[in-house]
Nanobody
Framework: QVQLVESGGGAVQAGGSLRLSCVAS??????????IAWFRQAPGKKRAGVAA????????GISSSVRGRFTISRDNAKKTVYLQMNSLDPDDSATYYC?????????????????????WGQGTQVTVSS
């Protein structure tokens, strides 16, 4: 059973930056199927995928809505995945969740479809003011 805990959310002005962290636990090692992704959900909107990273190769997938502004990275020694968010816009305000996928084809990770992720954190709130 994989557990995920997000942190790093908060309030920031437009144009600012935040770095979110997702600490994973419940596994000793990982294989090529393991990946962790970030999703976000604003009030009244569907949850949407933001970025994903494979824990092994470190390959990433980024949503076009944040490409060029957000970067996903991982530190396997710390079992932590980061989401660096720059040039934040009020439209980025949402609850941000990290999610894990630990089996099956790694390519499914980069689709950023939430149904492919079995483990979820509780979320961290990001509020961007204009």
């Amino acid at each position: 059973q994989v557990q995920l805990v997000e942190s790093g959310g908060g309030a920031v002005q437009a144009g600012g930056s935040l770095r979110l962290s997702c600490v994973a636990s419940g596994y000793r090692s990982f294989n090529e199927s393991y990946c962790i992704a970030w999703f976000r959900q604003a009030p009244g909107k569907k949850r949407a995928g933001v970025a994903a990273i494979s824990l092994g190769a470190g390959n990433t997938g980024i949503s076009s809505s944040v490409r060029g502004r957000f970067t996903i990275s991982r530190d396997n020694a710390k079992k932590t995945v980061y989401l660096q968010m720059n040039s934040l816009d009020p439209d980025d305000s949402a609850t941000y969740y990290c999610a894990a996928r630990i089996s099956g084809r790694i390519s499914y990770c980069y689709t950023l479809y939430e149904q492919y992720f079995a483990y979820w954190g509780q979320g961290t709130q990001v509020t961007v003011s204009s």
